[in-house]
């Protein structure tokens, strides 16, 4: 994926779906923008807490903010960083989305004069609430994805 994914759910969906209950007191104020999701932004998350499974909302990223820009994929397993996440199982996580987009393989020109731009494919499947998730670690308050 490319860093763009969306969750246009509501919080009921994903308690039904993951038979999850809220961890801490649901949220009620407007700090964050449930539908789009990005690394370092903050999302629902589903991760277990005291044995029971459980949808809070975290800030999340894969390497939880040490790499120089904010990270989706894991391309390379045989790297360092991606074994932290391995070695963690009670700290892993669920990012829920409903659609996610990649970019066209070719870029298309406009014709406004300006460079050419590739443009945005998105996906989803059209008979499901919940597409898929990603997965990762959390820390204390941030998800690690």
Request: proline letters at 8%.
């Amino acid at each position: 994926m490319c860093n763009r994914a969306r969750m246009l759910g509501e919080p009921e969906t994903l308690i039904e779906r993951f038979g999850a209950g809220w961890i801490t007191d649901k949220p009620r104020d407007n700090r964050f923008d449930p539908v789009e999701l990005r690394p370092k932004g903050r999302a629902y998350v589903i991760r277990q807490q005291n044995g029971a499974r459980g949808l809070d909302v975290m800030s999340w990223d894969v390497l939880g903010g040490a790499a120089p820009w904010p990270m989706t994929n894991v391309r390379n397993l045989a790297l360092p960083q991606w074994k932290a996440l391995a070695f963690k199982p009670d700290q892993r996580c669920l990012i829920p989305l409903t659609e996610f987009c990649e970019w066209t393989p070719n870029k298309h020109d406009l014709g406004d004069g300006k460079p050419k731009l590739k443009g945005e494919m998105w996906f989803q499947v059209t008979d499901q609430r919940v597409l898929a998730a990603h997965q990762g670690g959390h820390g204390v308050r941030d998800c690690d994805l």
